[in-house]
Each structure stands twice: as structure tokens, then as C-alpha cells.
């Protein structure tokens, strides 16, 4: 199945050498999930060729404008284009009171329902959860509440030998259950075991997104093992001590937090207006975290 990230904006408060404020796309097997949604993210959809009425999902990690000024545009847009389906909004309490002031003033109405979910930092666990995926939020350390976002690929299926269920002339009926692990039992009482005629479930994967926050211990229990994490790295270390004074991170801290969780991959974002060149803070992160890379807006990242 798809899973992968699409980076639409990668930059901090400040839109700057053509880097625009956090927003990302999550592509879930065609389900699709927007992850914040800063100034700009409609325009950005449109240029990577996303159809916003597509989204089922959004999440907002927290109300600092860089993550959610994009939003109203973007709800209002569909509304513009005659969307149907409903929407869901995962957010802080405060956000359903900004929209709500908005769209008052704005004499709008929504053609479509617009679900809000209200996010508290204090309650981390599930908010959102199917047959194929899990989305958590957990508390970051933030000037304001702030919330991560976890999401986790449900159980995946058994892979078919298919030379060995050919052979053995299975309909393919039966191949669904196969693959849950079901054994075969033809119709003379024969039984082929499920690990006779499939191989193991690949393990499911998972994708954890780290918003603002400052470094510290407490969120590292609900990023553990992720196949892909992002995380903020807004700062290089020589300026650590800004970092903790706007409770960011260095690229530095991301790679250590990306060590001490045992990841497999990390993608830096949320770089602040000062840097032109990624380059440094990608290399910063490497000498602790070699499978780094710089999120590039406009390329997908695989989970």
C-alpha cells in the first residue's frame, strides 16, 4: 500500500526564499491527510496537483499562524467548488471559535459538514482510527499548547505465493482469507496451512510528525521506532540557547531525538527565515543521525 509525505511547506514563521509556512500531505493507499496548514496551502495543493476536495482529514497541530492562517482559504475554497463530503478537523478548542468568527462575518455557510475535533495536549491517545489506520496525537513543549501527531498503518495482509496457490488450483475466493492467516481446506478434508501458501505480514509503518516544541524527554515515549519521522529543526546548535528561548529545536537535538528513539529515517523542517542554505543543518543532524534528509517542498517522502 501507498504511504507516503508530500511537503508543501517546510518553512518557519516567516515565508522566505520561496519556502513557505508547514503544511504537508500524508497518502495513505489514496486516503489523503493534511497535516497543519499554513499561509499558502491551498496555492500549494494546486501546484503539486492535490485536489483539495480529496482531503477527508486535516490536523492542526496548534494556533500559531505559520501552521493554520492557510485554513480559512482553504474551507472557504471548497465550499466555492460545491464540495459534498464531509470533512473532518482535528485542532485545538480555540479553533472551532476562530473559524466559527470568520465564517459569521463572512455571511458564509458551508455546502459541506465541516466535523471538528477538539485536541486537548493534557489527553494524548487516539483521535482518529479505521480499519487501515490509527492517527495519536501527544503534548509537545511549546510556547502555547502544542500537539504531535502519530499516525500507524493497521495490520497489513499476508503476501500469496502464487505459484503455490496456482498449483494447487485454490480459487480465488479463498485468497483473502489466506492472506489473514487462514489455512485452506480442499474439498477432500486436505488442509494447507496459511505459512504454506503465503509469506509473513510485512510489518506495518509508521509516519510521526513533531510541530514546535522545545527539547525534552516527555514526547519521546509516543515517537518510538517511527519508520519515518519529521521533526522541527528550525535552528542550528550554535543558537541553542534562542531555541530554548522560543521553545524550538536545533537540527542538532532533531537527529539526537531521532537517535534516542531509533528511528529509521528523519526530515527536518520548519526552518527559520535566517537560514538561505539547508545544507548546514542537514549536516548538523547527520553526525548524529545519518539517515537524514532536508523536507524539499514538492517531493514525496516515503513512509
Known amino acids: 500500500m501507498k504511504f507516503e509525505v508530500l511537503i508543501l511547506g517546510n518553512s518557519s514563521a516567516t515565508p522566505m526564499f520561496d519556502r513557505h509556512p508547514t503544511s504537508q500531505v500524508l497518502n495513505f493507499n489514496e486516503q489523503l491527510f493534511l497535516i497543519d496548514c499554513g499561509e499558502g496551502t491551498q496555492m500549494q495543493l494546486s501546484r503539486y496537483g492535490i485536489k483539495s476536495n480529496r482531503l477527508g482529514h486535516i490536523f492542526i497541530s496548534h494556533l500559531h499562524g505559520d501552521h493554520y492562517l492557510g485554513l480559512v482559504g482553504l474551507l472557504s475554497s471548497m465550499h466555492l467548488v ?26 458564509t455557510a458551508l ?13 494524548p491517545g487516539v483521535i482518529f482510527e479505521n480499519r487501515t489506520m490509527k492517527v495519536s496525537a501527544f503534548p509537545l513543549t511549546h510556547r502555547i499548547a502544542c500537539t504531535g501527531f502519530r499516525f500507524d498503518e493497521g495490520p497489513r495482509a499476508r503476501t500469496l505465493l502464487a505459484d503455490v496457490v496456482q498449483a494447487l488450483n485454490i480459487p480465488t475466493v479463498y485468497y483473502p482469507a489466506i492472506k489473514k492467516g487462514m489455512d485452506y481446506v480442499d474439498e477432500k478434508g486436505n488442509v494447507y ?7 509473513p505480514a510485512p510489518k506495518s509503518r509508521s509516519y510521526v510528525y513533531c510541530s514546535d516544541t522545545v527539547r525534552t524527554a516527555d514526547y519521546l515515549p509516543y515517537v518510538q521506532h517511527a519508520d519515518l519521522m ?5 535552528f542550528l546548535h550554535d543558537m541553542v540557547d534562542r531555541a530554548k528561548e522560543t521553545f524550538h529545536t536545533t537540527a542538532l537535538e532533531a537527529g539526537e531525538i531521532a537517535k534516542e528513539t531509533h528511528a529509521k529515517k528523519l526530515l527536518l523542517g520548519h526552518y527559520s527565515a535566517r537560514y538561505r542554505d539547508l545544507n548546514p543543518l542537514l549536516d548538523e543532524a547527520r553526525t548524529v543521525f545519518p539517515n537524514t534528509e532536508l523536507s524539499i517542498e514538492g517531493k514525496w517522502f516515503l513512509v
Open 193 to 199: 496451512p496459511a505459512d504454506q501458501l503465503s509469506l
Open 82 to 107: 460545491g464540495r459534498k463530503s464531509d470533512l473532518h478537523l482535528y485542532g485545538p478548542a480555540a479553533l472551532k471559535e476562530i473559524l466559527d468568527i470568520q465564517f459569521l462575518h463572512s455571511e
Open 230 to 234: 519529521y521533526h522541527e529543526s528550525t
Open 111 to 123: 455546502r459541506y459538514n465541516l466535523i471538528f475535533h477538539p485536541i486537548s495536549p493534557d489527553q
